[in-house]
């Protein structure tokens, strides 16, 4: 007769899990999560777990209760949270350059998402690919063939239909897709939105990343998810993010890939199932009133 060895403790499933029978800390006393029996997961880092193991009340002009996948909901720290939004670019959207039919109909549900968020003091952080010249001499050959077709063109080159040269700072390919660059200059204007380089698939790869020094310098742990490719320049943020210690949460409803099927289910799965959490706008929208 086969049973689970009484050892066999999974990394993975956290989404599927029954909700803990008792209130447990996890991480350090300088860095820690609190989960409660009602499926309340506290990101905040702003009360330990008490002797009586009370759930804390929600401080609703400081933090917000987010329900995610598995019958959860995470409590955050409003002025330590950020929606990282990836690479909702031309290049990677308009229609002129690329089908990507799932990665447009990501853009609504953002424009609706964006608002309710400035309102509660939490930042967007436009994270895109916006190369120098210098940094064109040290992209790794691996990158370079990907972003070559029949081994034309490739980063830096002028693209056509004056789109300007590809994925360089201040080239119209790099500009956010239609009505999302009208809505960043807005954010920039009342100082909510902020508008981060990368120059590798993953925003927080190497020493100092611009995005990683932000949200040192900001104070910001918990990390809001969207953007194309899912499982290319989104998983890889999320992937480093995690490995770095941050919050992460995937928003299911503005996180889309050209890849075959496969691609996104497993970033969702890993995301909520091992990761951090999964929700979606709709979730975050109520929760934030």
């Known amino acids: 007769m086969s049973q689970v ?8 499933g956290m989404a599927a899990r029954p909700k803990v029978s008792k209130a447990v800390e996890y991480g350090n006393p300088a860095n820690f999560w609190v989960e409660y029996p009602s499926g309340l997961m506290d990101l905040t880092r702003s009360q330990h777990l008490m002797a009586d193991a009370v759930e804390p009340s929600l401080v609703g002009s ?13 409590r955050v720290d409003k ?11 031309n290049f990677f959207l308009h229609p002129e350059l690329r089908i990507h039919k799932t990665g447009l109909e990501c853009v609504d549900p953002l424009l609706k998402l964006i608002t309710p968020l400035r309102k509660q003091g939490v930042k967007i952080l436009w994270v895109n690919w916006g190369l120098t010249d210098p940094e064109l ?3 790794p050959p691996s990158l370079a063939r990907g972003f070559r077709k029949g081994g034309f063109g490739g980063f830096g080159t002028e693209m056509p ?35 981060i380089h990368k120059n590798r698939m993953s925003g927080l790869w190497g020493h100092q990343s611009a995005l990683d ?7 910001i742990t918990t990390l809001l998810f969207g953007g194309v490719n899912a499982d290319q320049c989104v998983g890889g943020t999320l ?6 210690g941050y919050d992460c949460v995937l928003v299911e409803d503005i996180t889309a890939t050209t890849s075959p099927a496969g691609g996104l289910e497993n970033v969702i799965y890993n ?5 951090g959490f999964v929700t979606n706008t709709s979730n975050i929208i109520s929760a934030s009133g």
Do not use: C
């Open 213 to 219: 020094l932000y949200l040192k310098e900001n104070g």
């Open 62 to 74: 400081a933090q917000l209760d987010i329900p995610v996948n598995g019958d959860r909901t995470i």
């Open 79 to 89: 002025s330590k949270t950020a929606a990282v939004i990836i690479d909702m670019q």
């Open 5 to 12: 060895p009484i050892h066999d403790t999974p990394i993975l």
């Open 137 to 139: 001499q040290t992209i």
């Open 161 to 195: 239909g004056n789109f300007g040269r590809l994925l360089m700072r201040d080239a119209r390919n790099s500009e956010l897709y239609g009505p999302l660059q009208g809505e960043y200059l807005k954010g920039q204007q009342e100082g909510t939105d902020v508008w």
């Open 271 to 275: 995301a909520g199932n091992s990761q």
């Open 239 to 244: 992937v480093d993010a995690y490995f770095q």
